[in-house]
Every structure is written in structure tokens, then in C-alpha cells.
């Protein structure tokens, strides 16, 4: 059930689950918080900026897939409440806040949006064509 009925309910929602083990999700949390170091360490660098600016991307997208996820499949998914209540918020008031005190451009922060956000649709593509292969 670690992490918190994840695998679970994933495994109900996705035709083709199998690839989604603890071991799995374990690992890609565990590089998920060093990717979220790795930015606080960069700091308000012009790399950090736009790093953390893709991380936030990353991070709101997942949030809103989580809530796509649960409407789509009438049921909760773990993930939906850290999604709505910290990724989102974080992403808008850092994305809104960078570019008010000009530490990021419009560019930057647009192009930082797309790679950050491309995980969920390349995602979303990947499992698509998986399932239609089963």
C-alpha cells in the first residue's frame, strides 16, 4: 500500500499498471526530492531560477492530472490533496512572483512551463499507445 494507496488505486485506474511497483515509486520519489535540493541549492541563479521554475511546472501538472485523474475515475487519488493544496499554489505564486520582481522573463518562464508540464502529456502519450498495443 506504501506510498499511501498509490500503487492501488493506480493499478485500478490504468489498463496496463504492471510497471508501477513500491520499488518503482520509490525510486521516482526519491529522485523527485533530489531534483527539489538541487534546486534550492542553485538558489535565484539564472540556472536555479529557471530549474525550480521547471520543477514547479513539473509538480503543478502532476497536481492537475491527480484531480483529472480522480474525476475520470469517480474515485480518490492519493496525490489530489498534496496536488491541490501545495503543487499548484507553489507553481502560480512562484511562477507570478519571479516574473513581477523580474527574476525570471516571460521566455524563460514560458519555456520552463512546457518542459516542466511535457511529462504529462509524453506520459499520457506513452500509456495511450501502450493500451491500444494490449
Known amino acids: 500500500m506504501f506510498p499511501g494507496g498509490f500503487t ?3 493499478r485500478r485506474y490504468r ?3 504492471s510497471r508501477i511497483t513500491r520499488r518503482f515509486l520509490v525510486i521516482i520519489n526519491a529522485a523527485l526530492l533530489i ?3 538541487d534546486a534550492a541549492y542553485l538558489g535565484r541563479t539564472p ?3 529557471v530549474y525550480w521554475l521547471i520543477v514547479a511546472a513539473l509538480l503543478c ?3 492537475c ?3 483529472w485523474a480522480s474525476y475520470k475515475s469517480r474515485a480518490y487519488s492519493p496525490g489530489v490533496i498534496t496536488g491541490v493544496t501545495v503543487y ?3 507553481a502560480l505564486y512562484g511562477y507570478v512572483e ?3 520582481s523580474g527574476t525570471a522573463s516571460i521566455a524563460s518562464a514560458l519555456i520552463a512551463f512546457m518542459i516542466g508540464s511535457s511529462y504529462q502529456v509524453w506520459s499520457a502519450v506513452y500509456h495511450s499507445r501502450r493500451t491500444r498495443k494490449l
Open 47 to 49: 540556472v536555479g531560477t
Open 8 to 10: 492501488l488505486w493506480y
Open 88 to 90: 499548484v499554489p507553489l
Open 98 to 100: 519571479m516574473l513581477r
Open 61 to 63: 501538472s502532476n497536481g
Open 35 to 37: 531534483v527539489c535540493v
Open 15 to 17: 489498463a496496463d499498471a
Open 65 to 67: 492530472w491527480h484531480v
